[in-house]
């Protein structure tokens, strides 16, 4: 997977469903991916953590619908903003990929 | 998105590691909690799973627990910092299960740096602090050189300093001075105690610009005749120790190796020229052939070098670099040295040297 496109891709999926605890981010993620993103532990539960130490998401226990106990993560103020600036990173990057891969040459 | 740790992740990471941070049940709970919802969403699949199969992934789930507990372990505090907090915790365990071995290594930690603090503090009141006295960056002191006396050279006897004084023209005074024990008592009633006092030139408070605070200090009368004015300058700490600060005791007697003695002046408060033995009084140079006959008559043996000498350079060599004005003196001394050398003994020609005060060798330039 590509350096910090992790991140990303928990700051985008907390911005759009909202607090959300690791097993359900990775569910959403293999979802989104179609099953080919499988996150393990070790890789999820350490970005997150880094997430939260850059105060880019905020964690709470809480509990799941089905009364289980979880850490769910909330996207942060600071978060919005990074994701804002690091989504049109992104696609500024992509679209030259794209014109380098696919244009005309 | 920035694979660079920003700053504010770095302080959560040592605030992490020296005091705020998630336990390690918190992050296994996390973890724990991580399998269960993957569990419930699977049951179905998973009861279907034979026994061993359902094992293996139990067995498959620990190892990622324990690897996962890794990952964020590191990613939680700094690890070096923690490696060395373990370090620590590691080595004082160590030193409580061998607690002599423990108790060796503490006293002699603490008898070096006990040793160390009190050379430094022997060695800044000797050699870093300059005198207690006005101007002491114009003081130097003036040694005498003979043959084999190596480079620092040594203290002056008091007839090549009576020489050195009235030859000597780089200085606004030259004096001289030298440690005495003494019989001190105030009165004869009492029994007498030893006391570390000075020998000093008639001009010791003047040429050093000290004014007594209590009376008078020496007079030029008072270094004519040896043996005759006994007179007797306190140090301000000896006056408070042993009179009460009682300013009476100016024009007193004092008992000093059974000899009367006029107390004329009290040092003014912090003045000192010793500050280890810090003397308890000054008396002039003539009278210690009075005072102590033990060793014979310095005040005329050339080679009795017993006499510290220093000197406050004229104002107006001041700004000129140490070195020269040394010079000048020096050779001054030099040619009064070659021209007494018939007077002094084969084996010490004399050869003057003026240092700078606690600075020696490096303003210093023999002749």
Known sequence: ?105 | MTAMPTLREWTARLWGTLCRRRADADLEAELRSHLELADGDAGHAASAYAGGALTKIRLNQQRGVAQAMETLRDQRGLPWIDDFIRDVRHALRLLRRNPVFAGVAVVSLALGIGVNSAIFALADALILRPLPVPNPGALVTVNENGPGDGLAGGSMSYPNYADVRKSARSFDGLVAARGALVAFSRSRDESPEMRRGMWVSDNFFEALGVRPSVGRSFSPDEARVPGRDAVVVLSDDFWRARFGADPSVVNRVVLMNGIDFHVIGITPAGFTTDPVFRPAFYVPAVMATRLDQSTGNVLEKRDARVFEVKGRLRSAFERIPGTRSCWRCCSRSWRWCSSSRARTSPTSCWEGRALAHGKWPFASRSA
């Open chain 1, 1 to 105: 997977m590509l350096q910090g496109t992790l991140d990303l891709m928990v700051l985008q999926t907390l911005a759009t469903l909202g607090p959300l605890h690791g097993y359900a981010i990775a569910a959403r993620l293999e979802q989104v991916s179609g099953g080919s993103l499988q996150l393990n532990m070790g890789t999820l539960y350490p970005g997150l953590m880094r997430l939260e130490q850059r105060g880019f998401v905020r964690g709470a226990w809480g509990v799941t619908d089905n009364n289980r106990k979880a850490r769910f993560y909330a996207v942060t103020a600071a978060g919005r903003r990074q994701l804002a600036s690091e989504r049109a990173e992104w696609t500024r990057m992509a679209a030259i990929m794209d014109t380098l891969l696919h244009g005309e040459g």
